[in-house]
Antibody, heavy 117, light 112 residues
């Protein structure tokens, strides 16, 4: 059974940093592109970042470029999102997701990030 | 403001059919057969229901179907059941942004 379990969310002040983690199981993690997707309160889903199987390609939504960094450790079946310079607009539930062609076929249950003073 | 436009809400009675639309442009929905639909019960992990416009992943009920005409994609749910009450999000491939996929704003389905 494919499982994606996120952790690392919490309350952080504007300008602060946070590192999200996602542990994958039930599939060959190193064979898939992976993504972070977020949903702000009352809003739709928004793709945040994608990373290739070997980490050699990474893509970000414009609003987080230069502030967020996606990475992975295939030996640990883990995906990460390092977030710096956090803003109120980054408040959202962040989901780890497995990419399948242009869709995402498995998602975690999400971790809440709240940016507030 | 989301890139793709969905109605904020739809509703239907058990046993009825409903359709949720997802409108984009020729740069996304209309230009590629890479539209996906996700079901999301609040507090749970989103679930892929349709990919590449009309394909159902293994295990997804055949009551769910997808289609596309021009710049608008549609998700139809037939034989509505109480468990179908959820948020539904569409997404599409696009070449116009730094990330290659855009989402709609989501539609809340209420089963009356």
């Amino acid at each position: 059974e494919v499982q994606l379990v996120e952790s690392g969310g919490g309350l952080v002040q504007p300008g602060g940093s946070l590192r999200l983690s996602c542990v994958a199981s039930g599939f060959t993690f190193s064979s898939y592109w992976m993504s972070w997707v977020r949903q702000a309160p009352g809003k739709g889903l928004e793709w945040v970042a994608n990373i290739k199987q070997d980490g050699s390609e990474r893509y970000y939504v414009d609003s987080v470029k230069g502030r967020f960094s996606i990475s992975r450790d295939n030996a640990k079946n883990s995906l990460y999102l390092q977030m710096t310079g956090l803003r109120a607009g980054d408040t959202a539930v962040y989901y780890c997701a497995r990419r399948h062609t242009v869709a995402t076929d498995y998602w975690g249950q999400g971790t809440l990030v709240t940016v507030s003073s | 403001q989301s890139a793709l436009t969905q109605p904020a809400s739809v509703s239907g009675s058990p046993g009825q059919s409903i359709t949720i639309s997802c409108t984009g442009t020729s740069s996304d929905v209309g230009g590629y057969n890479y539209v996906s639909w996700y079901q999301h019960h609040p507090g749970k992990a989103p679930k892929l229901m349709i990919y590449e416009v009309s394909n159902r992943p293994s295990g997804v009920s055949n009551r769910f179907s997808g289609s596309k005409s021009g710049n608008t994609a549609s998700l139809t749910i037939s034989g509505l059941q109480a468990e179908d009450e959820a948020d539904y999000h569409c997404s599409s491939f696009t070449m116009t942004r730094s990330l290659d996929v855009v989402f709609g704003g989501g539609t809340r389905l209420t089963v009356l």
